[in-house]
Nanobody
Framework: QLQASGGGLVQAGGSLRLSCAASGRTASSYTMGWFRQAPGKEREFVAAISRSGGSTYYADSVKARFTFSRDNTKNTVHLQMNSLKPEDTAVYYC???????????????WGQGTQVTVSS
């Protein structure tokens, strides 16, 4: 089970830190990913982190603004989001998969989502 938290309302240029806690399984066995879905839009990839945390991959739209990290001792991952823009407004979902990929179809485990709203 994946539990996402940390969403909220922030002004453009502000920061938020999302967290995702894994229970019932060892997070270090999985690549973790963040995806987001804005109203009326398809779900899109945001970032992925390898099982060890040694490799990360970001969507171009968030590169250099978002940082994905993990603490396998706590079965938790974090997405630090800086310089937020109104277009970052979406429901953010954490997910887990066995391979290092940006493809949502490869992620078999999903959290419930947390709302991020960025006002202009």
């Amino acid at each position: 089970q994946l539990q996402a938290s940390g969403g909220g309302l922030v002004q453009a240029g502000g920061s938020l830190r999302l967290s995702c806690a894994a229970s019932g399984r060892t997070a270090s066995s999985y690549t973790m990913g963040w995806f987001r879905q804005a109203p009326g839009k398809e779900r899109e990839f945001v970032a992925a982190i390898s099982r060890s945390g040694g490799s990360t991959y970001y969507a171009d739209s968030v590169k250099a603004r978002f940082t994905f990290s993990r603490d396998n001792t706590k079965n938790t991952v974090h997405l630090q989001m800086n310089s937020l823009k109104p277009e970052d407004t979406a429901v953010y979902y954490c997910a887990a998969t066995r391979i290092f990929t940006a493809a949502a179809s490869e992620y078999g485990y999903w959290g419930q989502g947390t709302q991020v709203t960025v006002s202009s």
